[in-house]
């Protein structure tokens, strides 16, 4: 367990990034890339009711084969595609925060996680190896109109517009990789992971699922 790095990394990231959105629910709009005049859709499998089951596959690393390269940005944010997932890849960790209403039960207090930091358990991150974080605020804010999102810019990709916020979308189906780091989005979650050590989580409504 790397607990006590993750919240030192936690607190470095929360202290250059703007503040985040109250995370509440809220209408969610999905605006696709289709063509003018097509219906966009979205899967009822992420956008689902918190009691949704988890797959019965176990997440495994996701293949960087044909996953977009952010190698050329300092960091990449995304939202999936309901707009309840926020992730972020950097050089030396990924991170995605909790969906609002995830099944928190297997989800260990912050006094075991992050001990004395007086802060709330919000996400999963990856750096050598995957555990919970302490954070007071989302470090993954993915806006359209951000400075973290230039991966997303000029590819023609949909976006969602969650609690007021419109946000780039890493589509299902799609993987986004930045050095030994790579993301999948799913219609089960976000499965993110170090493509060097093997380790990673999977994020879902369902709760959270580590790679080893």
């Known amino acids: 367990m790397r607990r006590g790095v993750l919240v030192w990394l936690s607190l470095l990231l929360l202290a250059g990034c703007t503040p985040a959105p109250a995370w509440s629910p809220g209408p969610i709009v999905v605006e696709s890339a289709t063509p003018t005049g097509a ?51 950097y050089a030396d960790n990924a991170l995605c925060h909790f969906p609002f209403g995830m099944d928190m039960s297997k989800v260990p207090p912050s006094e075991e996680v992050c001990p004395g930091a007086e802060l709330d358990v ?19 804010l993915p806006q359209t109109n951000g400075m973290y999102v230039g991966w997303w810019k000029g590819k023609g990709l949909p976006s969602v517009t969650y609690d007021g916020q419109k946000m780039a979308v890493l589509p299902y189906g799609r993987a986004l990789r930045k050095g030994n780091y790579v993301c999948a989005s799913e219609k089960v979650g976000v499965t993110c992971a170090n493509t060097k050590t093997g380790n990673g989580f999977r994020v879902a409504l369902a709760g959270v699922t580590f790679i080893s």
């Open 39 to 89: 219906t966009p859709t979205t899967s009822p499998s992420e956008s689902g009711t918190p009691s949704a089951t988890p797959s019965s596959t176990a997440p495994t690393v996701p293949s960087v084969s044909g996953a977009i390269n952010a190698n050329a940005y300092e960091s990449a944010h995304f939202a999936s595609p309901t707009g309840r997932i926020w992730c972020a890849i």
């Open 122 to 140: 919000t996400g999963v991150s990856v750096i050598s190896t995957a555990d919970y974080f302490c954070s007071g605020g989302a470090e993954a």
